[in-house]
């Protein structure tokens, strides 16, 4: 089928029988349920947006001729790139980057596996089947999926192997003919509110030999028999938009998955057991810099939305002669900036990888994906102390409608803006840097790609120094020579 639209998607969760728990009860219908209702109109307005703007969010199937979701395109030129780019960033402009999970993020990484299919090939060719055809199943369906990557944190100081009871991280349970069982728990899986669900090892987290029957990586339907999501309580209180304009739309839901011997066939595997596969998948298929090529598109939206809220404020109540409110300006404007800079470098430096799939260069989307959990926590700091105590005094929509209306309207007038225009400019700032919704934003940002003490010591190990350290080492010789030719001097070791 083509691409679906927004009345598609919340029809098939509707008929789709989640096990999805919230507040002690299992929810009945996800479409309907108060705090994941809006998050499902909100995903489905992502759907009507690709039919909105089909010259750039679709494409035409290589499989079935039909227009298709351009995230879900292998690209082969740097072009393609480039518009899967212009593409991913409309999109994220449409929530403001506060959907960090949208489906766009994993679309490009299983059409990644799918164009490198040859690494897991080296195990089983089969394997490499099942990401082509699983591809194809998501491509042409239009689905929606979540992931887990992720172990529950349990005793954080030894591996899956050495824990207290070996099936509370996720490990397989028996091997049959027809496929795998699995049991046991992965965290966090984001947007459970979706069609399908990655199952894939950490990009972080690398697994040792003993953790063998942890390390697999496979696709399922979210409504899988004996798989049940645990949600965390919401963000989203049912208020309306004007109260809680972030919050009462954009709830993305994160949750605990429970594997309750639920069994694979092998159709859908596409990593089995094997530890250095699974260690290095992602950086061999280049899966992740095709997600981090996502995320950065992300963050330019994120920047802007925040480099025009404090703009507004600060006109709003006429502070911008004060130079350290033009300061804080001006670093969320050199944020933007070097977000823009890595995404142009790492779309202009692309590379086929050795598979043929035209690959973003991965220097400047690493640097950006190290670098923006240090930023976003500034930013939203900025938010705050520029909003100060007006961020904790701003009335809601029952107020300005009752009966101190006239109190409202006259105590809480800006400088060049009357309070009607003020008390949703500062609910939305509220919304942003002090709720429940604006304080999950904070800590998933902090921790998107993972530990970012794990994550700069990976940068560590991993980047090559050595031309940097020889230019200063010439140079130090040269200076010793200098001084032995001017001196007569032999200094020796």
Not at 123 to 148: I, K, M
Not at 274 to 294: F, K
Not at 383 to 390: L, Y
Request: net charge negative; proline share 5%; charged share 25%.
């Amino acid at each position: 089928m083509p691409a679906r639209r927004g009345e598609d998607v919340i029809q098939k969760l509707r008929e789709t029988d989640i096990e999805l728990w919230h507040r002690g009860k299992k929810v009945e219908d996800i479409t309907t349920e108060p705090g994941l209702k809006n998050g499902v109109e909100m995903l489905a307005a992502l759907y009507d947006l690709q039919w909105e703007h089909p010259d750039t969010q679709l494409f035409d199937s290589p499989t079935s001729g039909d227009k298709v979701a351009r995230s879900m395109q292998v690209p082969e030129t740097k072009e393609d790139l480039k518009t899967i780019g212009v593409a991913m960033k409309q999109r994220t402009d449409f929530s403001f980057g506060m959907q960090g999970r949208m489906p766009d993020y994993l679309n490009r990484a299983m059409s990644t596996f799918a164009g490198s299919a040859e690494v897991l090939a080296e195990q089983d060719p089969r394997f490499a089947d099942n990401a082509r055809s699983f591809l194809v199943h998501l491509r042409e369906n239009d689905l929606a999926l979540t992931h887990t990557l992720i172990n529950p944190q349990i005793n954080r100081s030894v591996g899956p192997s050495q824990q207290s009871d070996p099936f509370l991280a996720a490990r397989v349970k028996e091997e049959t003919d027809a496929g795998i069982v699995i049991k046991g728990a992965r965290m966090l899986a984001t947007l459970p509110i979706s069609d399908e669900i990655m199952v894939f090892p950490s990009t972080v987290l690398k697994n040792t030999e003993e953790d063998a029957p942890y390390a697999f990586g496979f696709c399922i339907p979210n409504d899988t028999p004996g798989m049940r999501f645990i949600c965390r309580e919401t963000v989203d209180y049912d208020r309306s938009r004007y109260d809680h304009p972030l919050g009462a739309r954009f709830e993305e839901m994160d949750a605990v998955v429970v594997f309750d011997d639920v069994f694979v066939p092998w159709e859908r595997v596409m990593m089995y057991r094997d530890v250095e596969l699974c260690n290095t998948a992602y950086a061999r298929s280049s899966a992740v810099v095709h997600m981090a090529h996502q995320v950065v598109c992300k963050n330019i939206s994120k920047t802007e939305f925040l480099l025009g809220l404090v703009s507004l404020m600060v006109d709003a109540v006429g502070i911008e002669r004060f130079q350290h409110i033009q300061e804080k300006v001006s670093e969320i404007w050199l944020n933007l900036e070097t977000m823009k800079a890595f995404r142009r470098v790492a779309e202009m430096d692309a590379e086929p990888n050795e598979f043929g799939v035209m690959t973003p260069a991965w220097d400047p989307l690493d640097a950006a994906r190290n670098i923006y959990p240090k930023m976003y926590p500034r930013m939203i700091e900025i938010v705050q102390q520029i909003g100060a105590s007006g961020l904790v005094a701003m009335p809601t929509w029952d107020d300005i409608t009752g009966p101190i209306a006239d109190d409202i309207l006259k105590y809480y007038q800006g400088a060049r803006v009357d309070a009607l225009d003020r008390i949703p400019l500062y609910r939305l700032a509220w919304d942003t840097a002090l709720s429940a919704f604006g304080s999950r934003q904070l800590h998933y940002e902090r921790y998107f790609f993972g530990d970012p003490v794990r994550m700069a010591s990976a940068i560590f190990r991993g980047k090559d120094r050595s031309e940097y350290m020889e230019r200063v080492a010439e140079f130090l010789r040269q200076t010793v020579e200098e001084m032995e030719n001017e001196t007569g001097q032999t200094v020796e070791a």
